[in-house]
């Protein structure tokens, strides 16, 4: 009577360990802090943790997260998960109090292999201010230019408004190129597919996005920054399957194929499916241990 309840303590006790009900309790070893911004999925600060396409993307410097692509590395001052939007600040990007010259500014370009994963939202307008005659925005359009336009309401014509432009001695160009090009270029980013100064041959460019109806106070109420749409690309029932075991998704060594990290394990389904593996060989070394022992001479 005593050798059976004994095993039948272990065995219940080992029947509890091997419950996948522990995967759910593991925290998202994965989710951080950055200042006051949360960084979740599928962004991360870690490599392996997060979607492997924003893998090397983020980086949190002094509570300031940054935001690094091949155009440079820009300041985070927003990231909307519900929208799935990130807001950006370019240190040298022009405003309506300030217009900086000089191409020192970032604009915004990504990787090839980035380009499916994050585009300037479409209600986010360019501009581009002080591009030379031979600029690649000016050719091809004689009499006309086709990419310069208002985009959701924001445009030059608005913005030669600012107070900026008085301190650059500004020259209102008319849109016909005989005389010259215009001072300032607006444009949408899928009209170029990148904003890089160097090769646009432009002095500088500023950046305003719209979240609502456009108030009617012109360029000075604008939100300036650059407002990026992210997309998570492929199927994501992964990553939901293995959240909802308690995992925290990630990728692995190789970059590119997603892990579900389970705490002391990493699977490439679920942690359920993993722990109930582990749990049902446990409990039935257990259970073999436990005949063996019974059935034992003597």
Not at 25 to 54: E, K, M, V, W
Not at 156 to 171: M, N, R, T, V
Not at 232 to 261: I, K, P, S, Y
Request: glycine share 12%; hydrophobic share 35%.
């Amino acid at each position: 009577m005593t050798l059976l309840f004994v095993l039948t303590v272990c065995l219940s006790f080992l029947a509890l360990l091997a419950t996948p009900s522990f995967a759910t309790n593991q925290a998202n070893s994965c989710r951080s802090y950055c200042g006051n911004i949360t960084i979740d999925y599928p962004f991360s600060l870690d490599y392996g943790c997060g979607h492997p396409g924003f893998r090397d993307l983020l980086f949190c410097m002094n509570d300031v997260l940054m935001f690094h692509i091949s155009s440079g590395s820009y300041r985070v001052l927003d990231i909307d998960y519900a929208y799935q939007a990130l807001t950006l600040h370019d240190p040298h990007m022009s405003t309506c109090d300030t217009i900086v010259l000089g191409g020192r500014g970032n604009g915004f370009t990504v990787e090839q292999w980035r380009a499916p994963y994050f585009n300037p939202t479409p209600d986010n307008v360019f501009m581009l201010v002080g591009c030379s005659a031979e600029s690649p925005l000016f050719q091809g359009f004689p009499g006309k230019h086709l990419p310069c336009r208002n985009v959701s309401g924001m445009g030059c014509e608005d913005y030669y408004g600012c107070p900026a432009w008085s301190l650059i001695g500004h020259k209102k160009v008319g849109s016909v190129y005989g005389s010259g090009p215009p001072e300032c270029c607006a444009v949408a980013f899928e009209a170029i597919k990148a904003i890089n100064l160097s090769k646009l041959q432009c002095e500088g460019y500023s950046s305003a996005y719209s979240l609502a109806p456009l108030r009617v106070d012109g360029a000075g109420g604008w939100s300036y920054g650059i407002r990026v749409k992210y997309s998570v690309q492929g199927n994501d029932e992964f990553c939901r399957a293995c959240e909802a075991t308690g995992g925290a998704c990630g990728f692995g060594t190789d970059g590119v194929n997603q892990l579900c990290m389970c705490g002391s394990f990493n699977s490439t389904t679920n942690c359920d499916s993993e722990s109930s593996a582990s749990g049902k060989m446990t409990l039935s070394l257990a259970v073999a241990l436990a005949v063996l022992y019974i059935w034992q001479p003597g």
